[in-house]
Nanobody
Framework: QVQLVESGGGWVQPGGSLKLSCAAS??????MGWYRQAPGKQRELVAA???????YYGDFVNDRFTISRNNAKNTVWLQMDSLNPEDTAVYYC???????????????WGQGTQVTVSS
């Protein structure tokens, strides 16, 4: 059974940076990425990357975040820079066996990691 294990969340001041990582174990994942959910809001795509290197970003990212992966290690990283309080949310790692985004994500989910941006 494939599992996704996240790390790297925490607290940061506005303008700061955080790097999230997610490792898949127990099987191979084609698309890996991150969604987030803030209190009272719907879950939304942050970024995703296929095994072939195709990347997807949420509209709010505005070049502040960079997603990367190591296929051999089945690991994905999300470098987040210029963070602002609106980025505060629980960030969930997502994995799928297909190499593109589904309209409704129905793949695997990690347990979530809290990211808090405040002064």
């Amino acid at each position: 059974q494939v599992q996704l294990v996240e790390s790297g969340g925490g607290w940061v001041q506005p303008g700061g940076s955080l790097k999230l990582s997610c490792a898949a174990s127990g099987g191979w994942i084609n698309l890996m990425g991150w969604y987030r959910q803030a209190p009272g809001k719907q879950r939304e795509l942050v970024a995703a990357i296929s095994s072939g290197g195709t990347t997807y970003y949420g509209d709010f990212v505005n070049d502040r975040f960079t997603i990367s992966r190591n296929n051999a290690k089945n690991t994905v990283w999300l470098q987040m820079d210029s963070l602002n309080p609106e980025d505060t949310a629980v960030y969930y790692c997502y994995g799928d066996t297909i190499g593109r985004l589904r309209t409704n994500p129905t793949g695997l989910w990690g347990q979530g990691t809290q990211v808090t941006v405040s002064s």
